[in-house]
T-cell receptor, first 115, second 110 residues
Framework: SAVISQKPSRDICQRGTSLTIQCQVDSQVTMMFWYRQQPGQSLTLIATANQGSEATYESGFVIDKFPISRPNLTFSTLTVSNMSPEDSSIYLC????????????FGQGTRLTVV | QKEVEQDPGPLSVPEGAIVSLNCTYSNSAFQYFMWYRQYSRKGPELLMYTYSSGNKEDGRFTAQVDKSSKYISLFIRDSQPSDSATYLCAMSDRDDKIIFGKGTRLHILP
């Protein structure tokens, strides 16, 4: 199994500001995934981060709002830009699952509150 | 019809009881089925991972997949207060994204 470290674990931010969430994996992986978990809702895939190429965003998510970096095979960042209270959620980094015959593993999540 | 349906609960059962958690789905292409446990303020933790139909057992946990009925289950035997958490079902067809249920909140009463 993969060990995924995510930080910060939580933050309270002012509306209009941006927050960058970091995700570190203990092994090299081709793809990393970013999810959002809103209260009472299922996990929703935001984007897939591939090393050396642009991230692939799911319907309803755009690069200007959620820019992603993937500088190497063990690290990725997700930025939540120009935040509003609607962005208050848990953001999760994940590896495995898609395109691979392996299960998906998750970081501990970043609990974001926008005030 | 949503792709994955899961009763949100909460489900409260006495300690020692057998717990049954279920999900139904609509996409017959799903081949990989997973159950995650998520404690409050933590990320999802993989409990069971099953490919195609059948049963899989791991300690007190048993996962069942019935592809003909598009129905999956997780059974917890000898439930403990430490099993109190939200349980998420998830499924995929390998090359497409994983689809999650909304989760069932489980409370084991001492």
């Amino acid at each position: 199994s993969a060990v995924i470290s995510q930080k910060p674990s939580r933050d309270i931010c002012q509306r209009g500001t941006s927050l960058t969430i970091q995700c570190q994996v203990d092994s090299q992986v081709t793809m990393m995934f970013w999810y959002r978990q809103q209260p009472g809702q299922s996990l929703t895939l935001i984007a897939t981060a591939n090393q050396g190429s642009e991230a692939t965003y799911e319907s309803g998510f755009v690069i200007d709002k959620f820019p992603i970096s993937r500088p190497n095979l063990t690290f990725s960042t997700l930025t939540v830009s120009n935040m509003s209270p609607e962005d208050s959620s848990i953001y999760l980094c994940s590896v495995g699952g898609r395109f691979q015959n392996t299960e998906a593993f998750f970081g501990q999540g970043t609990r974001l509150t926008v005030v | 019809q949503k792709e994955v349906e899961q009763d949100p609960g909460p489900l409260s059962v006495p300690e020692g009881a057998i717990v049954s958690l279920n999900c139904t789905y609509s996409n017959s292409a799903f081949q990989y089925f997973m159950w995650y446990r998520q404690y409050s303020r933590k990320g999802p933790e993989l409990l069971m991972y099953t490919y195609s139909s059948g049963n899989k057992e791991d300690g007190r946990f048993t996962a069942q997949v019935d592809k003909s009925s598009k129905y999956i289950s997780l059974f917890i035997r000898d439930s403990q207060p430490s099993d109190s958490a939200t349980y998420l079902c998830a499924m995929s067809d390998r090359d497409d994204k994983i689809i999650f249920g909304k989760g069932t909140r489980l409370h084991i009463l001492p």
